[in-house]
Structure formats: C-alpha cells, structure tokens
C-alpha cells in the first residue's frame, strides 16, 4: 500500500516536472518550433510581433507549466480534497497535452521534439499515478485485524 | 465521517488507527485524549502506538508523526516557492516584453542560420528586428495554407526536397556606432541538398528535370570565404559577406533593411553609410499626423525641399532611422549633381477603416500632386494623379503619360486601389511602410484565386512560368 502510495507521488511529482519543463525547450523536430519554444511564441504573440496565431494561444501555452506548479504541490498534500485535485489537474493536462500536441505536431510521432515527449512523459505519469492511486483508494471495510496493521 | 489525514481514507469516528495505512491519529493525543491502547496490548503496559509498533517491525526507529509533518510540511512549502518561481519565470517571458533577439550580435545571425537549417519561422523572426517584422507571419501562413491547399507545400511547413546547413561559420564583428553592428561571415561552409523523390506530387516536372540534371540526390558545399571573396559591390575592394546588426531593447537583432541598405548604399555610391546617425533620430521630434487621413500629406511635407531627415522623422520609430545612415550620402550626390526633388500633395480623397493593433489602413481614393525634379540646378516639373487603380504623369517635358494596373492583376490581388498602413506613434499618426508592404503582400496572397494559382503551379512544373507571366500581364 505505501508503496503504491510512494510510486503515485513520484509519478505525480514526474508528470509535474515534465510539463513546467516542455514550455522552456523546443516542441518540434523540425519545422516550427524546432528551435523556439512554446514560452517564444506567445511571447512573440503577446507583443503582437506574430499575429497569424490567435491570442489565446498564449493562455494555453502558460495553462501546462501553471497545471504542472498545482499538481507538484498537490502531489505531495494528503487528503481527499488535495486527491480531487490533482485527480482534475491531471487530466485538464492531458486535454491541454493532446490539444497542444495536435496544433504543433498533428500526432505525428517523427515531428516530436524534446517538448512533446515531455508533453506525452507527463501523460504517461498521470495515468501511472492515477492507476496507483486507484489501487490504494480506502476500502469499504472500516476496521483492519491486528495482523493486518502489524504486517 | 473523519478522514486519515496520512492517506486520506475514510474512516469512522471512533476509529483511532487509519485502516489505510495505520497512522496513528494524532489528533486524539494532540487534543489531550488518554493514550490509545494499541489492539493486543496488555492494558496497563507502557502505551506504545502503531506507528512505533510498525516502525520496531522494520528494524529502525522511526521519527515521531509531528516531526515527519513537519518535515513534509517544508517540502511541501519548498516545492511549491521552487515551482511558483518556475511559472514566474515563464510569464515573466511571455508578459515581460517578448524575449527576442540575442546578447551579442554575432548570435543573432548564427541564431538565424541556425533557423534557417531547422526550417523554423519562429525562431528567425524572434532575431529580425521587432519594427521590421511585425505581422510578416501573417504573410507566411497564408501563403503557407494556400500552398499546402495547392499540394505544393507540407502540412508541418518542413520543405523535404530541400535543406540547407551551415557548419563552422566564423564571424567577425564591428561596432558600426551607437547600438548598431556589422558581422562578417568570414569562414564555414553552406551545404545546399537537393532530393527529387521528396517533391511534392504537384512539382513532379520539377522533380523529373531535378533527377535529369542533377541526379536523385544532389548536394553542393560552398565554402563561404569563396563567396565572400567574390562579392564584389562598388568595386574593389570586396564588401565581403555580411549582416547589420541592431540592438534594440538591449539585445541584438538581424535587420533585413539595413543590410540591404548598406549592400545597395556600397553599390551606388562605392561606399557604405554614416552609421554613427543611426541613433540621431532619438534626438529628433517626430513628425505626425492627427489623425490617419493626414499622415501621407504630412509626410510628404516633411519631405519637400530635399529634406530627408524630415522625411525620416515622419516615419515610425526604428524605421526611419535604419535608413538615417544614407541620408549625407544621399544628400551629398544630389548636391554634386545639382538635383533634388519636391514632393507635395495638392489634393486627396482618402478613407480610413477601423484601428487594428494601432493600425489603420487608409485607402486612396484619389491623389493629385507635384513631383518636381532638379538636376544641374534646372527644374523638371512634374504633375502627377493617381486615381483607383490608374495613374496619370503630367512631365516636364510636356507629355501626358496614363497607365493603369492591369485588370487581370487588379482581379487576382484583390487591390483596386492603393492604399497605405498608419500607425499610431508618438501621440500621433505615421506612415508605416513595412505594415504597408505586409498588408499588399496580404492582400495579394489571400486574394489570389485558386485557379490561377493551380495553373501558375502547373505553369512552373512543365518550366513554362515566363510564358505564364507574360500571358497574364500582356
């Protein structure tokens, strides 16, 4: 059971790391963002230099590495409300993940750069936590014997 | 219902152990509750809790409850100041002004050689000069889109038959004045890669004649010192091969304009600008206009009688003064040759839209005015009007000279008539030439009709594109 416990705080605490880091290296093999960021670009589109790509790119490029700072301090909160928590930030980073990946890569696996196997690391480590915290969810029983608290 | 405050189980109230985990509830004893007796445990032996019981059970002694919360409680509070910081950080690039351009300017041009490799758009207009390259990327994506609608271009916008790479560029550098400098790439190779199987279905001509010529896989390497050497501009000695740079906002960035300014300026006049004016306009007051309908009249006061610092100054900031460096030049072959010029508008019909990001597209309706030449002290008076899309030139020399755009153009850019971009600068309004020049380069690739644009590509693929040209513009 600790363990499980264990391997879901590492997993969350990886998925957190993964997605604050995609936004500072380059998302792409090749082609756009193959040598910028994402943090670059909305940048470049905050200060109306880039005007082809929609303003609220810049809320979506942000959303990942804000999830990520949520989810790190959550990883590491006990209790049901910080479990809710994580759970929600979890899979909002997924959607945001898959969106991004989408728009900068359109899934396809060879136009992956360092950022969107973070992107994908971080998503892999959601489900991994997810999964182990799945395993440890309390009980139904109330009461656990003697040998079952000593062992 | 409590929960565990260790995993978070549910558990009954009168639960002292968690059945999750077995924490001991620190609670009961924190509130001053007699000692928990452990399941099993003799009463009256020393009260020893579960969590002691387990921690003797792994052979190690473990710290008491408060002091592990403790301890989580400033990691917990470490992690959250060293990611809060981490996010900080990142909208401080993203709000804090765009992070463009590169501490030294030799970085700027590899940064952009480097870009050009990758095929990456963003990372290059992040080096160009932020007064040059405001919206080019509007340019870029529509001519992208229509190219990928085309089948001439790929979705990712990454050109497979083609790459060009740069190795062991040397650069030298030279501070031209204030905040301005020029690179020199001096040494390194270009490798340019050619492959035919990689070109898209719709230039297979292309790629036939590539195969043909050049085999499947072509790749030359050109040594860079060789073509530095070979460039010459204005005669001996060699301009060499070089960028301007720019510092703008404390980091240095490629400017296009200057560069060619300067290759043109050493063309022309056999030697380069005076680059220590480059930061005179700061000094200057600019020149605007009150509002958008005025400011092609007010540039153009400001530049009769010769005045091209007046000129420049009625031009947006960090666009004038890129050309400021030529204006002794300039000035001084028109005196040499005792010519000059006059420029004024008599009369204009003109229309403003709506302001966009500080931008505002004045349409020109009608102009008429005078563009008086003088060479060898001698006046050459000449009348001009430009309405919708045709022109008429009342020269010196007493002919009248009419021509419109042809309709074929006009149809297939979508333009009828000229029109201009206007910034709001300085309390004022100004001409933007470099908004201008994005906005025709827009209009033109977002009006150009899919027919003609699959029939100039088919043009280009069986290598008839000057017939093509000539067919449209007679």
Redesign the interface.
Same mark, same amino acid.
């Given at each position: 059971m600790q363990r499980y416990r264990q391997v879901a705080t590492g997993a969350w605490l990886i998925a957190a790391l993964a997605w604050l880091s995609q936004a500072f290296v380059p998302w792409a093999s090749r082609g756009p963002l193959s040598r910028s960021t994402l943090l670059d670009l909305a940048a470049l589109i905050q200060d109306r230099i880039l005007v082809s790509v929609p303003r609220w790119t810049v809320g979506l490029a942000l959303a990942l590495p804000v999830l990520a700072a949520g989810l790190a301090v959550l990883a590491l909160l006990r209790g049901r409300a910080a479990l809710i928590g994580r759970w929600s930030l979890g899979l909002l980073g997924v959607g945001a993940v898959a969106v991004l990946t989408g728009a900068l890569t359109d899934f396809e696996t060879a136009r992956f750069g360092t950022g969107a196997w973070l992107g994908v690391l971080g998503v892999v480590a959601v489900v991994v936590a997810i999964c182990a915290e799945w395993t440890t969810r309390p009980s139904k029983s109330k009461t656990r014997s003697r040998d079952e608290v000593l062992s | 219902m409590k @929960?565990?405050? +260790? %995993?978070?189980? &549910?558990?009954?109230p009168e639960?002292r @152990?968690c059945?999750? %985990?077995?924490f001991a509830l620190a609670g009961a004893a924190a509130a001053g509750a007699p000692p928990s007796p452990v399941?099993?445990q003799p009463v009256g032996a020393p009260q020893v809790s579960?969590y002691e019981?387990?921690g003797s059970?792994a052979g190690a002694p473990l710290p008491p409850p408060s002091g592990r919360k403790r301890v989580?409680g400033l990691? #917990?509070a470490g $992690?959250?100041v060293?990611?809060?910081g $981490? $996010?900080g950080v990142?909208?401080w690039?993203? @709000?804090g002004? !765009?992070?463009?351009g590169a501490d030294k300017p030799e970085d700027a041009v590899t +940064?952009i050689l +480097?870009?050009a490799e &990758?095929?990456?758009?963003? !990372?290059a #207009?992040?080096m160009l000069n932020?007064a040059e390259?405001?919206?080019i990327?509007?340019v870029? +994506?529509?001519l992208h889109q229509r190219l990928v609608k085309a089948g001439v271009a790929s979705?990712?916008? $990454?050109f497979e038959a083609g790459a060009v790479t740069f190795d062991d560029v040397e650069t030298r550098v030279r501070e031209l004045g204030d905040d301005v400098a020029i690179v020199y790439l001096e040494d390194g190779t270009m490798t340019v890669e050619l492959k035919a199987e990689e070109f898209p279905a719709a230039l297979s001509g292309v790629a036939d004649q590539v195969r043909a010529e050049l085999g499947d896989s072509w790749q030359e390497r050109i040594d860079l010192s060789d073509l530095a050497d070979d460039l010459y501009i204005g005669g001996e000695p060699g301009t060499g091969l070089f960028v301007i740079t720019v510092k703008v906002d404390g980091k240095w960035h490629v400017s296009p304009t200057a560069t060619a300014a300067e290759y043109l300026a050493r063309d022309w006049f056999g030697q380069g600008g005076d680059w220590s004016a480059y930061a005179d306009g700061g000094d200057r007051d600019p020149v605007t206009a009150d509002v958008p309908q005025d400011a092609l009249q007010v540039l153009a006061d400001a530049a009769r009688g010769d005045d091209l610092d007046g000129m420049l100054d009625a031009l947006p900031s960090g666009q004038g003064a890129l050309l400021r460096p030529f204006v002794e030049l300039a000035n001084r072959e028109l005196e040499a040759a005792g010519a000059g010029f006059d420029l004024a508008i008599d009369e204009q019909e003109v229309r403003a839209g709506d302001a966009k990001?500080g931008l505002v597209r004045v349409d020109i309706d009608r102009l008429t005015g005078d563009l008086n030449g003088k060479e060898s002290g001698d006046p050459y008076p000449n009348r001009f009007t430009l309405s919708g899309a045709c022109a008429e030139l009342a020269t010196y020399y007493g002919e009248v000279e009419q021509g419109c755009t042809p309709q074929w153009l006009v149809d297939a850019s979508g333009i009828s008539e000229a029109f201009v971009m206007v910034r709001e600068t300085d309390g004022g309004w100004q001409v933007d030439p470099f908004a201008t020049a994005v906005a025709w380069l827009e209009e033109i690739v977002g009006n150009f009709p899919d027919s003609e644009l699959d029939s100039l590509i088919e043009a280009i693929d069986n290598g008839s594109a000057d017939d093509w040209i000539a067919d449209r513009l007679g």
């Open positions: - | @929960f565990c405050p +260790e %995993c978070g189980a &549910s558990l009954a639960q @152990f059945t999750g %985990c077995g399941p099993g579960a019981q387990l059970h989580r990691v #917990i $992690v959250g060293a990611v809060l $981490v $996010v990142a909208a690039q993203v @709000f002004g !765009a992070d463009t +940064e +480097e870009a &990758s095929q990456d758009p963003v !990372a #207009i992040r932020p390259s405001a919206g990327d509007e870029y +994506e529509q979705k990712d916008g $990454v990001d």
